[in-house]
Nanobody, 116 residues
Framework: QGQLVESGGGLVQAGDSLRLSCAAS????????MGWYRQAPGNQRELVAR????????NYADSVKGRFTISRDSAKNTVYLQMHSLKPEDTAVYYC?????????WGQGTQVTVST
């Protein structure tokens, strides 16, 4: 059974940077396009960034374009989300999953809180 475990969140100030990590197991990683998603209180979960299985194609939500970078390390079965110039509106629980997402792979996520 595949599993995804997110880490790296925290409480930061506006303008700071964070790097999130998503460790994959159970055979998910090599064959899947992967995505980072986020859900803020009262909002639906949204796709923030995605990366192709080969790592050669990426896409970003307009709200994070130019500030966030998604990458993957096949040797470590890990997907990263480097976040710069964080804004209070980036505050959310961040999750990774395949893209398209698969319900059974949703994990606990990692909380990112950006203060003013």
């Amino acid at each position: 059974q595949g599993q995804l475990v997110e880490s790296g969140g925290g409480l930061v100030q506006a303008g700071d940077s964070l790097r999130l990590s998503c460790a994959a197991s159970g055979g998910i990683f090599p064959i899947s396009s992967m995505g980072w998603y986020r859900q803020a209180p009262g909002n639906q979960r949204e796709l923030v960034a995605r990366i192709s299985s080969g790592g050669d194609r990426t896409n970003y939500a307009d709200s994070v374009k130019g500030r966030f970078t998604i990458s993957r390390d096949s040797a470590k079965n890990t997907v990263y989300l480097q976040m710069h110039s964080l804004k209070p509106e980036d505050t959310a629980v961040y999750y990774c999953n395949t893209h398209p997402s698969i319900d059974e792979y949703w994990g606990q996520g990692t909380q990112v809180t950006v203060s003013t």
